[in-house]
């Protein structure tokens, strides 16, 4: 360190993303993963995109293996595409890719100066580690989910089996190692404290987001998408996103049921596990009253998710902490009402009623949700001001530049706290809280 007041420049941040999904797959984790790099780049951050070929997207199998897109510099590998859908599949996939990523790092310019490894797959912070092991390079872990405790809570392996310990101690291992690690919600940091709390000063809280200049409200009268699908005319509740295990959707198939005699429909958009067990639930009770659309195309959600007039977000029992709905900052950005079906002690609540946007639900209350759907089928004002309230809440909380600018916060700290050489000034306006 330099002595008394001398200062030098703050060294230059060269960042390498690592996410195993990147556009044009349709994951939304690649595509806040392109947005936040394309803002970072805009702040003066140098960014690398190391990430795979396509593995789901629509038309395209594949990518240029190089390319440079709005400033950021995108490196593909090559992908396995064994047994995809199902979860060996992806366990086995995800380990080719982290293999053939760690191969790349041993070039210094793919490493940069800094790394920001993904949960995506969820042991791919492990290569972090490793790379700070060998090359001594810092790294920031950016958590979607927590595995193994998903698995768990899924029953998918026992709580107690040798491999959850297993995966637990490497999880310790590198969290210790990190130069900072970001979770999206306060519930995920509560999880990480309660498992290693030493690590506690190093969590950072930074939400999802969304961009109000891409989303924003548009009258179901005038939304092509609203008129091709029949959704202008009837009071349309819609979730749309991913229709996966660790989401309720019992609650909002039972509150269908509970509506089913009213003119108020039910709309999901998406894929996932339990999109066949939705259409079938309804079938088997022969609901009229529930449409069911696949993914659309990232050009076409500016009108599917303003085809509606109240937005659901749900996190299923046991998984609060575990994963963030990214679904519910595009639903912010709307400007319609949101419900959530959440636990008691959860995050979303708090964001709801900050924001009077909406109101939450705790599981299987589909006749509180059915009532205050009814509600605002009956009060279109209210309907128009909380969706007001919600989408002024995003524009100044959670957008792609507010968000950027506290992730360059984290890697500027991360690189301040591993440099033992130099003195750096942080920018005021990179001063951490």
Known sequence: MVSGDTFLP????????????????????????????????????????????????????SAPNLERAGGVLIQRSCISRFWGRRIRGRVFNGLIFCF???????????????????????????????????????????????????AVELKVVPRKHWLVRLWHAINRRVWHKASR????????????????PAIADRISVIHNWSNPTQIFPIKKSENWFAQDFDLVEQFTVMYSGNLGRCHDVETIIETAQALQNETIQFVFVGNGA???????????????????????????????????????????????????PSKFYSALATGRPIAAICERHSYLRDLILEAKCGAAFEHGDCLGLAKFIRSLAANKEQTVQ???????????NFTPEIIAQQYSEVFYQALFQSSEQYFYPLPTAQILK
Do not use: H, W
Not at 10 to 26: A, C, G, H, N, R
Not at 117 to 142: D, K, M, R
Not at 284 to 297: A, H, I, T, V
């Open 10 to 61: 703050y060294p230059e941040v060269k960042l390498s993303i690592v996410t195993q999904f990147y556009p044009p797959d349709y994951a939304a984790t690649g595509q806040l993963i392109e947005e936040l790099a394309k803002q970072l780049v805009k702040q003066g951050l140098k960014v690398r995109i190391l990430t795979g070929q396509p593995g789901y997207a629509f038309e395209e199998d």
């Open 100 to 150: 053939r990523v760690g191969l790349r790092l041993f070039r210094p310019s793919n490493r940069g100066n800094i790394l920001l490894v993904t949960s995506e797959p969820p042991y791919l912070p492990v290569l972090g580690y490793l790379a700070n092991l060998v090359f001594g390079v810092p790294y920031v872990c950016l958590l979607y989910d927590i595995y193994p405790d998903i």
């Open 181 to 196: 690690i970001v979770v999206l919600s306060s519930s995920m940091k509560n999880r990480l404290v309660g498992q290693c």
């Open 386 to 396: 909380m969706g007001k309230a919600g989408r002024r809440y995003l524009q100044t």
């Open 274 to 324: 339990k999109r066949q067990y939705c259409m079938d639930r309804v079938k088997e009770l022969g609901l009229r009253n529930c449409k069911f659309l696949p993914y659309q195309d990232k050009y076409c959600l500016p009108y599917s998710l303003t085809a509606c007039d109240l937005s659901l977000v749900s996190i299923g029992q046991g998984m609060e902490g575990l994963v963030a």
